[in-house]
């Protein structure tokens, strides 16, 4: 069973920075890809930022220069830097993962609150 816990979430002022974490219990190699997703208070859940397993990245026009996504694949880790952080920043943010063996396949993490203030 694949679990995925995040970490790194917190208050941060406009203009500062994050770095999420989001830890699988297997290797993030296996998966088709991983992702970051964010709700903010009364909005959809909307993709943030993708990784496949062959490297490809990308992102949401909204955080395009200021957020990245990356891995350690040895530490079953994705990570998302957050960079000139804004309050329409402000959301939970959810670790993402899609499996082989179906479109419909794929694993959330807890979800971990990110506060940007004015």
Do not use: H
């Not at 069973?1 to 406009?14: I, P, T």
């Not at 909005?43 to 395009?64: C, F, H, M, P, W």
């Not at 220069?65 to 957050?82: E, H, P, W």
């Amino acid at each position: 069973q694949v679990r995925l816990v995040e970490s790194g979430g917190g208050l941060v002022q406009a203009g500062g920075s994050l770095r999420l974490s989001c830890v699988a219990s297997v290797s993030i190699l296996s998966m088709k890809a991983m992702g970051w997703y964010r709700q903010a208070p009364g909005k959809q859940r909307e993709l943030v930022a993708a990784i496949t397993s062959g490297g490809s990245t990308n992102y949401a026009d909204a955080v395009k220069g200021r957020f990245t996504i990356s891995r350690d694949n040895a530490k079953n880790t994705v990570y998302l830097q957050m960079n000139s952080l804004k309050p329409e920043d402000t959301a939970v943010y959810y670790c993402n993962a899609k499996l082989w063996g179906g479109p419909d396949l794929e694993v959330w993490g807890q979800g971990t609150l990110v506060t940007v203030s004015s």
